[in-house]
């Protein structure tokens, strides 16, 4: 009569060793890196624009996405509690910080409260004062809705013609290959 709940236990042990052992197989798969975003792959073969948006950054003022014609913007899907998007918001940031003339960044996070966003920025001692540099919590739900970006991270380089041209899946790539695209998107003209 004892040995059942027992084995019980067994059986929710191994199924919980399982799922953590799945879940650390899966964190360190290497991200594809496409040239299109996937979820609107059909509109960036014909060379269509990023969809409008508007967000509001961290500072209160609401932005468009169209404010920034003639300029490359990385677009980040990211949350403060998705470890893979910590990994990579410094080297955005780095390269932001490199090209303040020509490069955006706008960060959208899928985090629940601005207040706990804003904190988690300044707890990793982010410069989010920079002029080409904006986070943005995702209160529209524009991350699912428009792009239909359900993992996180994600990441979407716009040429300057506002016209997406690389999508990066996932955060095990490098600084190098961050550059390389950006450049390609520098250069790019319609």
């Known amino acids: 009569m004892k040995i059942t709940p027992l084995?019980?236990?067994?059986?929710?042990?191994?199924?919980?060793?399982?799922?953590?052992?799945?879940?650390?197989?899966?964190?360190?798969?290497a991200p594809d890196i496409k040239t299109a975003p996937e979820s609107v792959l059909k509109q960036t073969e014909n060379n269509q624009s990023v969809p409008n948006f508007s967000f509001t950054g961290t500072d209160g003022k609401t932005l468009s996405i169209k404010d920034f014609q003639g300029k490359v913007i990385i677009l980040n899907f990211w949350a403060s509690w998705c470890t893979p998007c910590i990994k990579e918001?410094?080297?955005?940031?780095?390269?932001?910080?490199?090209?303040?003339?020509?490069?955006?960044?706008?960060?959208?996070?899928?985090?629940l409260?601005?207040?706990?966003?804003?904190?988690f920025l300044k707890?990793?001692?982010?410069?989010?004062?920079?002029?080409?540099?904006?986070f943005a919590l995702d209160s529209e739900n524009i991350t699912q809705s428009l792009f239909q970006t359900f993992r996180l991270p994600e990441t979407i380089l716009i040429d300057k013609n506002?016209?997406?041209?690389?999508?990066?899946?996932?955060?095990?790539?490098?600084?190098?290959?961050?550059?390389?695209k950006i450049k390609a998107a520098q250069t790019l003209q319609q």
């Open 89 to 111: 918001l410094p080297l955005f940031l780095k390269a932001a910080n490199e090209n303040p003339k020509d490069l955006i960044f706008i960060g959208l996070s899928s985090d």
């Open 123 to 134: 707890k990793q001692k982010f410069d989010i004062s920079q002029k080409n540099i904006f």
């Open 7 to 29: 084995i019980n236990f067994a059986v929710l042990v191994f199924i919980g060793c399982a799922a953590y052992l799945a879940t650390l197989y899966l964190d360190r798969q």
């Open 162 to 180: 506002q016209i997406m041209r690389t999508k990066i899946i996932g955060a095990n790539w490098t600084y190098e290959e961050l550059i390389s």
């Open 113 to 119: 409260e601005k207040e706990k966003m804003i904190r």
